[in-house]
């Protein structure tokens, strides 16, 4: 099969996997008709206190010349007047051009930018140099927002009605009359105001032949809808004549000849990169500039003779419109004037192009998809092109041709923040010959500090079709038919893989044409299907996106791909289709769309183009775990992000009746009260656990921890789900740890099925470091025997301050108020508390232990047990304190029989592996017991082991109270971010 290249710097095809631009008809051409993702677009409104400081930057020389002499117009139009200052070329897009203010807000930035800039001063580095003086200034525009679909609307509507097509035009023209008569007074616009007139009866009668032929040629359409753009220029044009500014406006039909290079006629898709085949005439399009430069240059006085009075000429030009070498006006495509931008500059052997746009310039990624992208300082020509092939709407591929032939930079700025030095693109990358002649292969991690890729950006809505098992008929032949198949069907191919020998092949393609595709396949290879010499053909049900990274310094460096693999399987996604492009600039994968934003976050993480960002959910957010919890996010958010590299993003916060979601993934506001938040009807809503995790699985960052505070069964029947959806679950409480045994083996087999953490060191404990401890035993080999020491905060408060003086009912009572009890004292004062954390630990020793099976000592009688309290939260643990009286004297008399021993009292757990026993119970313990020291607030866990035989390790510390059980669920966290930031370091 013999393939052609294509005519703007497209990628090339390659037969390995890669990204290729589509096939129509035997020919290569760009993939203008995929519905790709709208590119870094981060939308700003203008302020009405807009300031327009002057920008610090170096004045370029005209660029050296790689076009011949003929190309360029003479010296009298690129150092016009004899300014010692070359051409500067704004280019500004329909956003930009909305409504009047806009329209001035654009005239007010070029009058500033021709009026010139402070030059660095290149001797003495950070000092203001001289001023560069004025600047020759072009500006290149489109029309006003939405113009294009009104005029569009015209001719669709002639065809049916043409009285609807003129209610559609007269509102059009409208819309730009009341621009016009707003930014300029009426003796400026009513000879402007009588030609847009004209050009509407003109347009009125073109279209009403429309209803004879019953169709809309191409060439109506680009004659319609160019005059967009003229309007447009005179508008502006307008504004700059009220200011007193020397301008002219330029219709580039006059000047700009373009021939076709098999281009398809008419406008081409909305959005679309491409400038389908359009090639200017250099030479004729000079000496067109030229003449009119001398004529309408000269009567406009943009070209005059004489004294300068300091000032430089703005001239305004169309955008979009052209006229062919048969002298029929054309268009440049749907979002050609970046384009004209472009060939213009190189006309007048420009500096320098500026592309006005409403973000800080080309973004690393889309900010709506990715909160953490930034803006890119610098960008090759051919990165820059790679990232618009592959859908993003960075700049047309062909639009930078005219700059690479000159080397001119293109900037990428943000009109509504032009102080801002945005994005500049120029020159070109090396070579893979080149690259691979200058130095061995490195890992990208190995401490130079520069980072491989540029951007990472997406193609939409495709489909996989994939062709099997045809190693019968032969490689050659089939890959020959297969892409032939596609040109017949006039198919964007996007990505092509093949398997070993071409038996099997996979393309991509878009979504609006996978049937086609499928079809056109089908009929190829019919005869092949009858015999059963292929296997199947078939085309992906799912919709797919292509996830592309891009940038130069990926060549020679290993481990790029593996990155980015890897960042991806973390965020649980699955990859069908991989692909690395011959230059070595870019690496793509298909993934499910839905999948995509995922995908887009991972891998911008993973490459530190951005701090880690972890999702947090809290449930039970309103009690006293959750609550000190969120004092301690927040007293330490600026901490995690300086000195760890990652951030929390709090996105969903639920009490045991009430949720707030945040939107899309949004971080909530950071509240110290979190009553505040959900009692809030704006933000608050009724708690649905398949509404709270439906947020959650739609939440496209890839590092996502729920932290259940609750002590809540039916909260943890969801964990299994959850972890499905590739999210990790972090439990300070102990009812998942120590439930039914059959959940608990479920869970953690749902955990190594997804790959994700559940974190439990919380649970027992608080702070202290007793499940990593005993887990480092054990994986280390060594072999623990026995555990003892006392596992309840409380029942550790309570028989430290009981004494002759302060009855067992004070002691409870004082531990309530200091917070260290559980939310029911019954679970700790009946040893359930502690029977649950031992049968955490039993479990991790590998023991079928379930909480009947601990032999528990309660401290409460029947009567208490089961009594009835009714009331407040506040009246019903009164009531509890006081019928705790009647344990007053057994208490004590427990406690005097003690201390005549010369022991204490201690609520003290066992768990003996080898007889399988666990038991938690009051004893009195001797001077000889670990416990008989232990403190008011502590836990304390001995271990006997194989190892540890004369003297037991010892893990004790403060373990009770709502702060420190915080800090333990926190440091769980902080292990999990670790693990985030350690997957990118």
């Known amino acids: 099969m013999r393939l052609h290249k294509s005519i703007f710097l497209a990628a090339p095809f390659v037969t390995a996997a890669a990204f290729i631009p589509s096939t129509q008809n035997g020919v290569v051409t760009s993939t203008s008709s995929v519905n790709k993702a709208a590119f870094f677009t981060q939308q700003q409104q203008p302020s009405t206190s807009t300031r327009l400081e002057p920008l610090a930057v170096s004045i370029s020389s005209p660029p050296s010349s790689t076009a011949s002499a003929s190309e360029i117009c003479p010296t009298s139009v690129t150092s016009p007047n004899n300014n010692p200052n070359p051409w500067e070329v704004h280019k500004f897009g329909g956003a930009s051009l909305a409504d009047a203010a806009l329209y001035r807000t654009v005239g007010d930035l070029l009058i500033r930018e021709s009026s010139g800039r402070v030059m660095k001063n290149k001797e003495e580095e950070g000092e203001e140099g001289e001023h560069s003086g ?125 021939k076709s290079m098999g281009a398809a006629a008419g406008l081409g898709d909305k959005g679309s990169t491409n400038t389908g085949g359009v090639v200017p005439v250099y030479d004729v399009s000079a000496k067109l500039m030229e003449t009119w430069w001398n004529g309408e240059g000269l009567k406009e006085g943009v070209n005059f003779e004489g004294d300068d009075d300091g000032s430089a000429p703005i001239v305004v030009g169309t955008g979009f419109v052209a006229t062919s070498e048969d002298g029929v006006p054309t268009t440049l495509k749907r979002s050609g004037s970046d384009y004209s931008a472009t060939i213009f500059a190189k006309l007048v052997a420009a500096a320098r192009v500026t592309m006005w746009k409403n973000t800080d310039g080309v973004y690393t990624a889309d900010p709506r998809r990715v909160p953490e992208a930034f803006s890119i300082a610098s960008l090759k020509y051919d990165e820059a092109m790679e990232l618009a092939y592959f859908g993003a709407q960075v700049l047309h591929p062909s639009a930078m041709v005219p700059c690479i032939d000159q080397n001119i930079p293109v900037y990428v700025r943000n009109i509504f923040n032009p102080s801002f030095e945005g994005t500049v693109i120029q020159g070109r990358c090396a070579s893979l010959e080149d690259t691979n002649k200058e130095g061995k ?96 053909i078939s085309l992906s049900e799912e919709t ?103 951030g929390v993003c709090v996105t969903t916060i639920a009490s045991s009746t009430k949720m707030a979601l945040g939107q899309n993934g949004q971080c909530l506001v950071q509240y110290n009260d979190v009553y505040e938040l959900l009692e809030n009807d704006d933000t608050a809503q009724e708690l649905d656990m398949d509404v709270l995790t439906a947020s959650i699985e739609a939440d496209v960052n890839p590092h996502r921890v729920i932290i259940d505070c609750t002590s809540d069964d039916k909260v943890a029947d969801n964990y299994e789900r ?142 208490i047990v089961n009594k ?36 204490r009292l201690r609520y003290k757990f066992v768990i003996d592996v080898a007889s399988g026993k666990c038991k938690c119970s009051l004893e009195a313990v001797d001077n000889n017991d670990t416990l008989y020291r232990l403190r008011e607030n502590e836990n304390l866990v001995a271990f006997e082991t194989s190892r540890y035989t004369s003297s037991p390790l010892i893990v004790k510390g403060a373990a009770a109270g709502p702060d420190l059980s915080a800090s333990g669920m926190f440091a769980d966290l902080l292990r999990l971010g670790r693990a985030f930031v350690g997957s990118q370091a």
């Open 134 to 258: 004025p600047i020759p200034t072009m500006a290149i525009v489109s029309a006003r927002g939405g113009m294009t679909d009104q005029l569009v609307a015209v001719v669709d509507s002639a065809l049916q009605d043409i009285h609807q097509a003129e209610i559609s035009l007269d509102l059009a023209l409208a819309g730009q009359l009341a621009i016009l008569n707003e930014v300029a007074p009426a003796e400026i616009t009513a000879e402007i105001e009588e030609r847009m007139r004209k050009d509407a009866k003109d347009i009125l009668s073109v279209v009403q032949s429309l209803r004879m032929i019953r169709s809309v040629p191409p060439s109506v359409m680009e004659v319609v809808t160019g005059f967009g753009e003229i309007w447009s220029a005179q508008t502006l044009y307008a504004y700059l004549k009220h200011k007193g500014v020397k301008t002219a406006w330029l219709d580039a039909r006059d000047v700009l000849i373009v």
């Open 868 to 903: 009835e309290y009714t009331g407040s939260k506040e009246e019903v643990s009164a009531a509890i304190l006081e019928d705790l009286k009647a344990l007053d004297a057994p208490m004590l008399e427990r406690y005097r029989e003690a201390a005549a021993e010369n022991k």
């Open 722 to 863: 959850w972890m499905a959806s590739g999210v990790n679950i972090i439990s300070p409480g102990c009812r998942a740890a120590a439930g039914p045994l059959g959940r608990y083996r479920s869970i953690q087999t749902a955990q190594r099925a997804n790959a994700v953490e559940w974190q439990y060191e919380s649970s027992v404990g608080s702070a202290l470091p007793i499940l990593t401890t005993l887990r480092d035993l054990t994986q280390t080999g060594d072999d623990v025997k026995l555990l003892r020491g006392c596992l309840s905060g409380t029942m550790a408060y309570v028989f430290h301050n009981m004494n002759e003086e302060t009855t067992f009912s004070e002691a409870v009572r004082l531990a309530v108020d200091k917070d260290f009890a559980e939310n029911d004292i019954f679970e700790d004062l009946s040893g359930l508390d502690a029977a649950r954390k031992i049968v955490i630990l039993a479990r991790e020793l590998g023991m079928d232990v379930s909480l009947e099976d601990v032999e528990v000592e309660s401290l409460l009688p029947d009567e």
């Open 544 to 646: 797919m996106a292509i996830v592309a990274i891009v940038g130069e310094g990926m060549a020679l460096q290993s481990g790029v791909s593996a990155t980015f693999m890897s960042s991806l399987a973390k965020a649980n996604v699955n990859i069908r289709v991989i692909a690395q492009g011959s230059s070595e600039r870019q690496v793509a994968v298909v993934v499910k769309a839905t999948d995509a934003s995922r995908a887009l976050r991972a891998a911008h993480m993973a490459f530190t183009l951005s701090t880690s960002m972890v999702s947090l959910t809290i449930l039970g957010g309103t009690g006293k775990l959750g609550s000190a919890l969120i004092r301690q996010l927040n007293a330490q958010k600026d901490n995690l992000a300086k000195n760890l590299n990652f």
């Open 441 to 536: 292969v490195v890992n990208w991690r190995s401490g130079t500090g520069e980072i491989p890729i540029k951007g990472i950006t997406s193609v939409d809505a495709v489909s996989l079709l994939t062709l099997e098992g045809a190693s019968v008929i032969g490689g050659a032949e089939v890959a020959e038919r297969f892409m032939g198949a596609m040109a017949d069907a006039e198919i964007d191919v996007l990505m092509l893989t093949q398997a070993s020998s071409e038996s099997s092949i996979t393309v991509v393609v878009p979504e609006n044409q996978g049937k086609a595709a499928l079809e056109g396949l089908k009929s190829k290879f019919e005869l092949e299907l009858s015999r059963s010499n292929i296997n199947s």
